[in-house]
């Protein structure tokens, strides 16, 4: 399994736009990558999947280069209800089991 | 669709009980996925299923875990005899088939808190 590196935390104010990212040196060709966000008291949840350049949805954007060593997330406009744990996994969709690191702990400040 | 539905959302019990959590995945669903998050620990993957079979149990920590799933609609994480260091919060998740992105990413449900005492 790719192993990820993240930063432990970040602060953010409101309405900004804040970018997260995520190491992940030795991924194969047949990765993935995945975010998912954790609020307290509540299990993790699916934000956004890629294999390559960007990814948008209605909740954020993931940003990887062409050598997809890495990857960035990128929430726009943050409220204080953004505050929450994001995780960056690497596998293959449905082929390995999901081993979540420590994550990127962002609190949003008005 | 209700998710994945984990029971008893909180127990608390004393040290040597059994305790017995339980999962419903998402219909359709064809792996079912069983975590332990703690504050120290973070999120540990215990065991997992795929069609119903145990593929990886090496996250389960002792002998006294132990997890089923009878059927495609049911999974049981059983703690006997627990002890106070088993306290944390059980996920149970669930995971889809498919290549294509997005089609296959674990549904967590709310977590079961546990408290030994």
């Known amino acids: 399994l790719a192993k990820t590196t993240q930063p432990i935390s970040m602060d953010s104010y409101e309405g900004q736009e804040v970018n997260i990212t995520c190491s992940h040196n030795?991924?194969?060709?047949?990765?993935?990558i995945t975010w998912y966000q954790q609020f307290p008291s509540q299990g993790p949840r699916f934000i956004i999947q890629g294999y390559k350049t960007k990814v948008t949805n209605e909740v954020a954007s993931l940003f990887i280069p062409a050598d997809r060593k890495s990857s960035t997330l990128s929430l726009p406009r943050v409220s204080l209800s953004d505050t929450a744990v994001y995780y960056c996994l690497v596998g293959v969709p449905g082929n390995t089991p999901l081993v979540f690191g420590k994550g990127t702990r962002l609190s949003v400040i008005a | 669709d209700a998710g994945v539905i984990q029971s008893p959302r909180h127990e608390v019990t004393e040290m040597g009980q059994e305790v017995t959590l339980r999962c419903k995945p998402i219909?359709?669903?064809?792996?079912l996925f069983w975590y332990r998050q703690t504050m120290m620990r973070g999120l540990e993957l215990l065991i997992y299923?795929?069609?119903?079979?145990?593929?990886?149990d090496s996250g389960m920590p002792e002998d006294r875990f132990s997890a089923k799933m009878p059927n495609a609609s049911f999974s049981t994480l059983k703690i006997q005899p627990s002890e106070p260091r088993d306290s944390a919060v059980y996920f149970c998740?669930?995971?889809?088939?498919?290549?294509?992105?997005?089609?296959?990413?674990?549904?967590f449900g709310a977590g079961s808190r546990l408290t030994v005492l």
């Open positions: 299923f795929n069609n119903n079979v145990p593929i990886d």
């Open positions: 998740a669930s995971r889809g088939q498919g290549l294509r992105s997005g089609a296959n990413v674990l549904t």
């Open positions: 219909s359709g669903h064809n792996s």
């Open positions: 030795n991924i194969a060709t047949n990765d993935y």
